[in-house]
């Protein structure tokens, strides 16, 4: 089931390589460039050489589908690739041009860029020589309903005037970041669907000012999540994707193939921590046994074998519907992933750390960060609960098709 073509054989194999010959010994290599720099934000040396070396073998936008643009896999073929590179998933997506925000912004770029945006942005986003950012959220409304947004988008002549605040615009203290795609209200009396739209805003535009980072349970990424304030932003009506009112459509050609990459990566994290559990496990000793000799150690190895195979048949299964019926009717599957790839390798890594002792909440080990990224991929893309609502009422409406409708 799910059996990997020869040209994703081939890719896997040689990101196994990459990984083993320069990612997991390039981890101590950043972490000591990060500490000497004393800047959170700081874009290490590093970074660039395993991104030339990845160019080089062959391993640069992998995701991306559109063969004018990449290599062409499809959901299915990219799957396994996401889940190898969420064993470092600070280093090896980035290294590859993998990396969220980036990957979801040059998808909408290439599905509704115009040319112009196309030259200036998605090519350089291509090469790695810039990063962007997707601001969405904001702090003044409950943004897991995407149509409280109150960002304002107010035609003027041939430009657009934004005003509103945004937050957890991820990305935006990137070094390199030089462009947001940005959803605000357009028309606020339209139908509650179409209200919404995406324009294309350069970082350094007037009005645009990234006031904070955004910890992540006390951790500063490298990348930052900003709170952004925009007061009377001024950008052409050439910024505009697609049209006014097809903010939705775009967020919902984002954000699928988006899920597939964070369930993957977290199928990842999962089993690295799996291995650091095991290992640890069979080194320390306890009461005159080595700790993976007791019966609930053996029982939390057993489970996250277990669960962790589960979650990522779910996600390949969600790849595969996606790939051959299309996002709409695979929109039960890409939910339930989303909810269930966080919450196992929340259980996978809770393990490891309890396994580990002390080391397992210091930064020694990379379970504690691990922990702190996926309980907040709980709320990213869409909190657990709103994906909960949608399988619900599609298991509803199986049984009455009108169920709900009339409201």
């Known amino acids: 089931m799910f059996e990997l073509t020869d040209r994703a054989k ?10 083993d010959e320069r990612i997991y010994p390039a981890e101590s290599v950043y972490e000591a460039q990060m500490a000497e720099s004393g800047d959170p934000h700081f874009h290490p040396p590093i ?50 041009n993998c990396n969220a925000p980036d990957t979801g912004n040059m998808e ?39 149509t409280n947004i109150q960002l304002r988008m107010e ?41 919404q739209s995406m324009m294309v805003v350069p970082i350094d535009t007037p009005g645009v000012t990234v006031l904070r980072n955004l910890p992540v349970f006390g951790y500063k990424d490298r990348e930052g999540h900003a709170e952004v304030l925009f007061e009377n932003v001024r950008v052409p009506v050439t910024s505009l994707l697609a ?28 089993e690295r921590a799996l291995d650091l559990m095991i290992d640890r496990a069979q080194a320390r000793t306890t009461f005159g046994e080595p700790v993976a000799n007791r019966a609930n150690v053996q029982d939390w190895i057993a489970e996250s074998r277990i669960e962790i195979d589960m979650v990522r048949l779910l996600t390949l299964k969600a790849a595969y519907l996606m790939d051959t019926v299309g996002n709409r009717h695979a929109r039960t599957e890409i939910a339930a992933i989303k ?51 949608t399988i619900a009422m599609r298991e509803l409406r199986r049984r009455e098709p009108q169920w709900g409708r009339t409201r």
């Not at 990845?54 to 640069?60: P, V």
């Not at 299915?76 to 590179?85: D, F, T």
């Not at 203290?173 to 339209?190: D, F, Q, R, S, Y």
């Not at 049209?243 to 977290?266: K, N, T, V, W």
């Open 339 to 389: 909810v269930a790839a966080p919450e196992v390798a929340l259980k996978v890594v809770d393990r490891a750390i309890q396994v580990h002792g002390g080391g397992g909440v210091c930064d020694d080990f990379p379970l504690a960060s691990m922990y702190a990224h996926l309980r907040t991929l709980r709320l990213a893309d869409g909190p657990d609960e709103v994906h909960k609502r």
């Open 155 to 195: 035609r003027d002549g041939d430009d657009y005037v934004l005003n509103g605040r945004k937050w957890w615009t991820s990305n935006a203290l990137h070094k390199n970041c030089k462009v947001l795609i940005v959803m605000g209200k357009t028309e606020p009396e339209a139908a509650t669907h179409r209200q």
């Open 10 to 19: 081939e890719y896997q194999e040689k990101l196994l390589a990459f990984m």
């Open 47 to 96: 970074l660039e050489e395993l991104k030339a070396d990845a160019k080089k073998r062959g391993l640069w936008n992998l995701f991306h589908p559109h063969p004018e643009w990449g290599p062409g896999l499809t959901n299915l073929e990219y799957a396994p690739l996401a889940e190898i590179m969420g064993r470092s998933a600070h280093l090896a997506p980035e290294a590859t």
């Open 108 to 146: 909408v770029l290439t599905l509704f860029g115009t040319d112009e945006h196309k030259e200036k942005w998605l090519k350089p986003l291509l090469d790695g020589e810039i990063a962007s950012a997707f601001a969405m959220t904001e702090p003044a409304v409950a943004s897991s309903d995407a």
């Open 243 to 270: 049209g006014e009112g097809d903010g939705f459509m775009i967020s919902q050609a984002r954000l699928g193939p988006g899920r597939i990459h964070h369930c993957m990566r977290a199928v990842g994290m999962a």
